[in-house]
């Protein structure tokens, strides 16, 4: 169900504005990611971690030697991306950028952090705009990001913003990159995300917040399995 190659034959605008989206927006360690899959897994919808195109920016820029100042250049990467997301026998994600395995690279704290100064970029975040709204096919769409509910899908039928301690995030945080044998201090992972978090929420466009009508769930505490199952029977009261 993981949609990420453009079909030829894209939906159009009223065609696609009945299949249901369901949003999740929150802090880096909020828990989006997994819940996200979760939750799509269970429904059989289609899934979109947006963050990963942000991040694969910043590595198509870093690979081209563009400098993440440079928003004309950095534009064109956005609008050129190549990029193909696949599983290997094992059922784990593979994700290729121009022809290469980058799944290791996309998930580095510096691959965060590059990917937040991109997406401050206007023309950037509109390039990537349309090739999001593209994964809203049938049977329905689970979305996690910064902005699925205020920006990219601001007529989903559910939007949940997902919130942790920051003391919490940055254990998880950490515990996702050592299970995927990235080493690095707690501490300063700590300091990154919290760059990243003020980054993303002042930045002047789509910065980091709830949607108006979104439905908060604070992750604190709370096991994988239970959040999903809020998230569930929020969909099940639609
Ligand atoms: O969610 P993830 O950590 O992969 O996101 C990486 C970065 O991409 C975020 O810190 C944020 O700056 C940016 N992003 C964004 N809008 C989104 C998703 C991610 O600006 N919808």
Request: glycine fraction near 8%.
């Amino acid at each position: 169900m993981f949609g990420w190659r453009k079909k030829k034959n894209q939906t159009t605008e009223t065609e696609s504005s009945g299949i249901p989206v369901i949003t999740l927006d929150g802090p880096s360690g909020s828990g989006k990611g997994t819940i996200a899959r979760r939750v799509a897994d269970a429904l059989g919808y289609h899934l979109l971690d947006s963050g990963a195109l942000y991040r694969l920016v910043a590595l198509a820029a870093e690979d081209a030697c563009v400098a993440l100042q440079n928003s004309d250049n950095l534009t064109e990467v956005a609008m050129q991306l190549d990029v193909r997301f696949d599983s290997n026998p094992e059922g784990d994600e593979v994700v290729w950028l121009n022809g290469e395995d980058v799944t290791q690279r996309l998930r580095t704290e510096q691959t965060g952090a590059g990917a937040s100064k991109v997406a401050q970029i206007p023309a950037v975040r509109d390039a990537l705009f349309e090739r999001q709204r593209a994964f809203r096919k049938a049977p329905g769409l689970v979305a996690d990001g910064r902005d699925m509910g205020t920006q990219v899908f601001p007529d989903a039928p559910l939007k949940i913003y997902l919130t942790a301690s920051a003391e919490e995030r940055a254990k998880r945080r950490h515990k996702q990159l050592k299970d995927k044998g990235l080493d690095v201090s707690l501490a300063a992972l700590s300091r990154d995300i919290e760059d990243r978090d003020r980054r993303d929420s002042e930045r002047t466009v789509a910065p980091l917040k709830p949607a108006m009508d979104a439905r908060f769930l604070d992750t604190t505490g709370q096991t994988i399995e239970s959040v999903t199952q809020t998230v569930l029977d929020w969909v099940a009261e639609l």
